[in-house]
């Protein structure tokens, strides 16, 4: 490897902190810094990196800073992000972009009018498993795709993840979105990634064991993409498992993700795949590989902010129990 990156932290808020630090530690990279609104997560998740509490200023001036890392509340990202921006390097911003439509598309101003090199947390779409139904889509495999749909699901409510360290993420104020967002996210990511943008969209949100006040801990969502295809989407903090993860219908082909990947082409008979396309890296080890001078592709500004409007649809039409248009400019 190259020469150790120095690395700064700008809030250590979200769940996804500690993986992210170990991850880190693992390759021997730098602490250039830490910050947080919290100076005691601050001080903490700095000793862990071996590096030194520093405000935004400090970080956003030094020169020797390689790259920031914003693992924050989603409430405060553009705050976070318009404070380093004017330096230039490349930034890790934790999904979902932001609180609202409003407040995504500022942050991809902020972004696209500072060349920023991003990457956010979407993972999913680098396993081998997806990287090979990403293949058969683009090869037309699935013939016309008439029906998609995909599943994100765990136990984080039934389990209390949320209850301490964490409570902040099914607190809508700071996080924007409850469950069905939190993690919704990556399956609307994939939906997204596949089979293009959507036009319309709207959902049910449930409440679910009520643990966490005015939090929706499960959904399903209601896509209707530019293609002609119609998607559903399931997201959940109060599932004991996740077996069915991706479904394809198509006129020519089938997919079903359920543990394993299983195809049909137009005989209709399920097979499982045994030789799979390589898997890709993707999220916060992608930005790590891309720094280390990898290919990856990195997800864009766009990209992510997209998935923010059609998740904001999905929250608004279910709150009125509409259909919500998509302006053109996602599609």
């Known amino acids: ?21 170990g991850e880190v530690l693992k390759r021997k990279h ?49 705050e976070l992000l318009n404070a380093i921006a004017k330096a230039g390097k490349p930034v890790f911003l934790e999904k979902p972009l932001g609180t609202s439509t409003e407040i995504s598309t500022a942050l991809l101003e902020t972004l696209e009018s500072n060349k920023i090199i991003f990457q956010t947390g979407y993972f999913q779409r680098g396993s081998k498993e997806m990287q090979t139904v990403k293949k058969k889509v683009d ?25 301490t360290d964490w409570r902040w993420m099914a607190d809508r104020t700071q996080s924007g979105v409850g469950a069905f967002g939190d993690l919704g996210t990556h399956g609307l990511d ?10 319309s969209a709207t959902g049910v949100l449930g409440m679910g064991t009520a643990r966490y006040k ?23 903090w109060d599932d004991v498992a996740n077996p069915v993860r991706l479904q394809i219908s198509g006129t020519k082909g089938h997919a079903l993700l359920n543990g394993e990947l299983q ?13 799979f396309e390589p898997a890709a890296p993707a999220g916060f080890p992608g930005f790590l590989d891309y720094l280390e001078g990898k290919h990856v592709d990195l997800v864009k500004p766009r990209e992510a902010t997209a998935r923010d409007v059609v998740m904001d649809a999905i929250y608004k039409g279910a709150e009125s129990q509409t259909w919500v248009e998509i302006c053109s400019d996602w599609h």
């Open 30 to 78: 730098l602490c250039a810094g830490v910050y947080d609104r919290d100076a005691a997560k601050a001080a903490k998740n700095a000793t862990k990196l071996g590096g030194k509490v520093r405000t935004l200023a400090e970080m956003a001036s030094d020169k020797t800073v390689d790259a920031f890392i914003i693992t924050s509340e989603t409430v405060h990202h553009l």
């Open 263 to 275: 195809l049909a082409g137009a005989d209709g008979k399920m097979s499982v795949v045994t030789e």
């Open 139 to 163: 090869t037309g495999h699935f013939g016309t795709i008439t029906r998609v749909r995909a599943s994100v699901c765990h136990n984080g409510a039934l389990g209390g993840w949320f209850d």
């Open 190 to 199: 994939l939906l997204m990634w596949l089979f293009g943008g959507v036009k």
């Open 1 to 21: 490897m190259s020469a150790p990156l120095n690395l700064a932290w700008v809030g250590v808020a979200h769940i996804h902190t500690p993986g992210f630090s």
């Open 214 to 236: 005015g939090c929706d801990e499960f959904g399903e969502g209601l896509l209707k993409f530019t293609s002609g295809a119609i998607g559903t989407l399931t997201a959940s």
